[in-house]
């Protein structure tokens, strides 16, 4: 069992910036991926961003790139996700999600179904 916490949502506004963290406990994984995805009122859950185990393979979604920034720290047990220049559109309930098993390093893991674990979600609204 993997428990995943989210902190760090609130308002924020257009143009600034915002850090979530996921911080885990329970069982420890030395292959841990974590994804960040999002999802607003009447839109799917996307995906954000992904980051492996050693922090130094990193995927993110067109939308976010060059805006966001996932990073972890496994001696906290906690992944980051630093949101820079905010849009209104990024509006959503942010989610962790944690993967237990190995991906492969070009594999995005982008997909809610390769993941095993979730948080509870934290709200990210932006205004302008």
């Known amino acids: 069992q993997v428990q995943l916490v989210e902190s760090g949502g609130g308002l924020v506004q257009a143009g600034g910036s915002l850090r979530l963290s996921c911080a885990a406990s329970g069982r420890t994984f030395s292959r841990i991926t974590t994804g960040w995805f999002r999802q607003a009122p009447g839109k799917e859950r996307e995906f954000v961003a992904s980051i492996r185990w050693s922090g130094g393979i990193t995927y993110y979604a067109d939308s976010v790139k060059g805006r966001f920034t996932i990073s972890r720290d496994n001696a906290k047990n906690t992944v980051y996700l630093q949101m820079n220049s905010p849009k209104p559109e990024d509006t959503a309930v942010y989610y962790c999600?944690?993967?237990?098993?190995?991906?492969?390093?070009?594999?995005?893991?982008?997909?809610?179904?390769?993941?095993?674990?979730w948080g509870q979600g934290t709200q990210v609204t932006v205004s302008s």
């Open positions: 999600a944690a993967r237990v098993t190995m991906a492969a390093d070009y594999v995005r893991v982008s997909m809610v179904a390769e993941y095993d674990y």
